[in-house]
């Protein structure tokens, strides 16, 4: 089993839906859960950071973790075409990330 | 400018020759890091550097070795690339007070045939 599971996609959405995308994980000494938006032939940007359980919100984007179940997601309200992207979860102990594969997104207008 | 900067931003080489990947930043970032990336396979860690002084392996670190040459510079080679080498490759950089938040360079796309 790989230590960060994450489905690669693509998941396709309308303009304006509400999109969920998840990650699960193996080790529980992760405590720093990270999202990373990445544009073709660009490199990963932070999106969301958060330390261990609960909720992060930050404009259009909410990240929840849940360490009970190993689960963390991210939700993006109002979807616009410009965030067709990859998103990559990412997960730290302390320093170095250990990320998913990424799932690409398309919002079509 | 971009915070984090990597040279080149291509490059096809051939088998069984030297390359060496360099990275800089301007963020003023002690821990610096180059992960490789491959469809399907996401982001790996190759090497990581603390300060100046320290290097670590990461988790596929073999046929790479790398060089902090200062804060700023940290270096990634390839002594004898080989065809499954050819990969986009990341170098990141975080602060100590906030060591998980990682910012990446736009990648170096590397073809070795």
């Known amino acids: 089993q790989k230590e960060v599971e994450q489905d690669p996609g693509p998941l396709s959405v309308p303009e304006g839906a509400i999109v969920s995308l998840n990650c699960t994980y193996s080790n529980s000494a992760f405590q720093y859960f990270m999202w990373y938006r990445q544009y073709s032939r660009k490199g990963p940007e932070l999106l969301m950071y958060?330390?261990?359980?609960g909720n992060k919100e930050d404009g259009r984007f909410t990240a929840q973790v849940d360490k009970s179940s190993k689960y963390i997601s991210l939700f993006i309200r109002d979807s616009q075409p410009s965030d067709s992207a990859t998103y990559l979860c990412?997960?730290?102990?302390?320093?170095?990330?250990?990320f998913g594969k990424g799932t690409m997104l398309l919002v079509s207008p | 400018d971009a915070d984090v900067t990597q040279t080149p931003r291509n490059r096809i080489t051939k088998t069984g020759k030297r390359i060496m990947l360099e990275c800089s930043q301007t963020k003023g970032h002690d821990r610096m890091y180059w992960y490789r990336q491959d469809p399907g396979l996401g982001l790996r860690l190759i090497y990581y550097s603390f300060d100046v002084k320290d290097i670590n392996k990461g988790e596929i670190s073999d046929g790479y070795s790398v060089s902090r040459q200062a804060q700023a510079k940290f270096s990634l080679s390839l002594e004898s690339a080989i065809p499954n080498q050819t990969a986009l490759y990341f170098c990141a950089t975080s602060d100590t007070d906030r060591e998980a938040e990682a910012f990446f360079g736009q990648g170096t796309r590397l073809t070795v045939v």
């Open positions: 958060t330390y261990s359980s």
């Open positions: 990412a997960m730290s102990p302390r320093s170095t990330l250990t």
